[in-house]
């Protein structure tokens, strides 16, 4: 007995299920007064309602559930939609389909016309006017219409092929279809209405491309003709009473299907009042949170345009800035606009704004959030990574993986997160000088409005380049005790006049179209390879290495001078000291019999304790010391403080200490 192979998928092995004779297309009249069903009913436009009743298999069926409708609750409100079957010919796949996801090449990262994959902007997410029951789609022309559809269905095709399982079942569960207007503003062609899959794109396009219609205004259109539609009824149903093939069963059993039709919106105070943002609301609660959703990268996406959208309704964003923070418009309409085109410009307005703690802000986010998403509670995180979704649309070009670096990027912020900035548009060389002022001032302190901008500007170019990653875990990787995220690498050099340095050289190498971003000195001059051959650039294990984390130097490669000297014996110190932390927990892990810490039931010899207390003690206050005459060191005094005078006279205030020692400088001496 032959046996299924055990690799193989259930979905191999559908069983076709029987087909039946196609109903005869309705006649003008039935179809009419259905429609003006709809329009009494639900104030649908007259055209928008023809466009349904069209579609429609029965409109005698349409009219029975036009006398009760379904009700669908969402956040915020209720859709009204009517069940019925319709002519598969008659609908239009998304052309906008979410899934298409990264495949879209948004004016703000490729212009318009540089290649087939870019040929024209996205198309931009449908609209309404307030509750009116259909949505509003705006392209270009036919043409870019018919490359938009063409894309959507490629990339559906390739991500979730339902045609195998159609060809033996047919579309078996409802689609959900809204009447939609397509205005042509560019090459003035008349409007086009096609009733428009808001849920069951995929199966539409698989059922589309099993009839050979593909998915275009071209095939929606043949499909309008009522001789067509009579032709292939009639050729359909003559090939099953004489025994139809194979592909004419197929297309037997996709002809017809199920769906939903929105054709209503009942708005409840306090929820979205526009129809196109519950019925995105509607399909979103679908998607965002089910186990195979459209993927992390269109579900922010999503969830990111949706806020933008809210605050531009609520007056937080007029439309030009919108559209410029969600991508929407190239660097050349940017710069017209007199709107920076400097992405990391646009990255730090961004994130600012996601992270701001303003109440309004704050209240859109959520509840563009929560119109379709079940989370309730919206962390700084979920902020954080809403805002990286449109920060990475910035990110085009070959070979780059928008998906990995979105992933880096959402922990790339880190002070920038925890302590809000207000971002200007003021050029790069200008905030660096300010963070270096802020510094200078206060070295050890929290970094200021200007530190926090320029670390926000900093992190695009070093993770959209892949300078900088994410967790490099323990294979390959030098710094195997360093899991620090972007952003903690990024705090780090914020603490430092060289990070500062740094940090505005990436911005300006990547601003300046830079492939490789190159490294600096302490004094911001570039630094050359070792063997002085070339300019040292940019890799995440020299940036680890450079500006290590707190309490773990990295040993230099030489010690030549007395500076890699001390920064070889500060490496050996702070391994020394990670020593001793893993000693101490060493010994309070020794247990008793019942369990307790062994140590402190019995101590430890006295005479050793004592020893081992002052070696600590005159460690700290060594410590202590140096760390204070690094601070004054980079506060730019060249005052010494003298070994001696320390322990004698300022050792219990060692703030006293080095304050006295800068009384007696000079406005020169302090600014020498």
């Known amino acids: 007995m032959s046996t299924i192979n055990e690799t193989t998928a259930v979905h191999d092995h559908v069983p076709p299920r ?16 259905a429609a003006e069903k709809l329009v009494e009913v639900f104030g649908l436009e007259p055209a928008a309602a023809t466009n349904v009743a069209d579609a429609v298999v029965d409109p005698a069926e349409l009219r029975r559930s036009i006398e009760i409708p379904t009700q669908l609750a969402i956040t915020g409100g209720t859709l009204l939609a009517v069940r019925a079957r319709v002519w598969t010919r008659r609908t239009l796949s998304d052309i906008r389909n979410p899934r298409i996801g990264d495949a879209r090449r948004h004016p703000i990262a490729v212009e318009p016309g540089t290649d087939e994959e870019s040929r024209f902007a996205p198309v931009g997410d449908p609209t ?7 949505l509003e789609v705006e392209i270009e022309s036919t043409e870019h219409m018919t490359w938009a559809s063409a894309l959507a269905a490629r990339t559906v095709l390739a991500t979730n092929d339902w045609r195998y399982s159609i060809r033996n079942q047919g579309v078996l569960t409802e689609v959900w279809l809204v009447p939609t207007r397509y205005t042509h503003t560019a090459d003035g062609s008349p409007e086009f209405w096609a009733v428009t899959t808001a849920e069951g794109s995929s199966r539409t396009t698989a059922a589309h491309d099993i009839l050979g219609v593909g998915n275009s205004v071209e095939a929606v259109v043949k499909a309008a003709s009522d001789t067509l539609m009579r032709s292939r009824i009639k050729e359909l149903n003559t090939a099953f009473e004489q025994g139809p093939t194979v592909k004419q069963s197929e297309a037997l059993r996709c002809e017809t299907m199920p769906a939903l039709i929105l054709v209503g919106y ?13 019925v995105k609301s509607l399909v979103a609660l679908r998607h965002v949170d089910a186990p195979k959703a459209w993927g992390d990268g269109p579900e922010l996406e999503s969830l990111a345009d949706e806020a933008l959208i809210v605050m ?8 030009l800035r919108r559209r410029w923070l969600a991508g929407a418009i190239s660097r050349t309409q940017a710069k017209a606009a007199h709107l920076p085109t400097d992405p990391a410009i646009r990255a730090a307005e961004i994130i600012a704004l996601f992270t701001n703690d303003e109440q309004e802000v704050r209240d859109a986010i959520r509840d ?17 990574n809403l805002a990286v979704a449109l920060i990475a649309r910035s990110v085009a070009g070959e070979g780059t993986n928008p998906d990995r670096i979105r992933r880096y990027m959402q922990h790339a912020f880190v002070s ?11 050029d790069n060389d200008a905030v660096f000088a300010d963070a270096l002022n ?7 302190g929290t970094p200021g409005p200007a530190r926090l901008e320029l670390a926000a500007r900093a992190a695009y170019p070093l993770i959209a380049t892949l300078s900088l990653w994410a967790d490099r875990g323990t294979q390959n990787n030098p710094n195997v005790d360093d899991r620090r995220r972007p952003g903690e690498v990024i705090d780090t050099m914020l603490a430092s006049r060289h990070g500062i340095h740094q940090l505005h050289r990436a911005i300006a190498d990547h601003s300046s179209g830079l492939s490789a971003l190159r490294a600096v000195t302490d004094d911001g001059s570039i630094r050359l390879t070792e063997d002085r051959a070339q300019e040292q650039t940019l890799n995440d294990i020299y940036l680890r290495s450079t500006f290590p984390k707190a309490g773990s130097p990295t040993r230099p490669t030489n010690t030549d001078t007395p500076d890699d000297a001390l920064h070889d014996a500060a490496a050996g110190l702070g391994a020394a000291i990670r020593g001793l932390e893993k000693a101490m927990a060493d010994i309070r892990a020794v247990k008793a019999a019942d369990g307790t810490d062994h140590v402190e039931t019995v101590g430890i010899d006295r005479n050793h304790v004592r020893e081992w207390k002052t070696l600590l003690d005159d460690a700290t206050s060594d410590l202590e010391f ?7 060191r980079n506060r730019g005094s060249r005052t010494t403080v003298q070994r001696d005078d320390w322990d004698t006279e300022y050792h219990e205030d060692p703030d006293q200490a080095l304050d006295a020692w800068g009384d007696g400088d000079t406005d020169d001496e302090a600014g020498a």
């Open 416 to 426: 920038v997160r925890d302590n809000h900035f207000k971002p200007t548009h003021r």
């Open 128 to 134: 309404s006017d307030g509750a009116t029951p259909h």
């Open 438 to 444: 802020e510094f200078d001032v206060d070295p050890a």
């Open 312 to 319: 531009e309704d609520r007056g937080i964003l007029t439309p």
């Open 626 to 632: 140096w760390g204070r005459i690094w601070e004054r």
């Open 266 to 278: 009942q708005p409840l105070p306090g929820g979205p009042d526009r129809f196109s943002s519950a």
């Open 18 to 33: 029987p087909v039946s004779k196609l109903p005869e297309l309705a006649p003008i009249a039935a179809r009419r007064k």
């Open 368 to 384: 563009a959030v929560t119109r379709q998403s079940t989370r309730k509670r919206i962390t700084k995180n979920v902020r954080v």
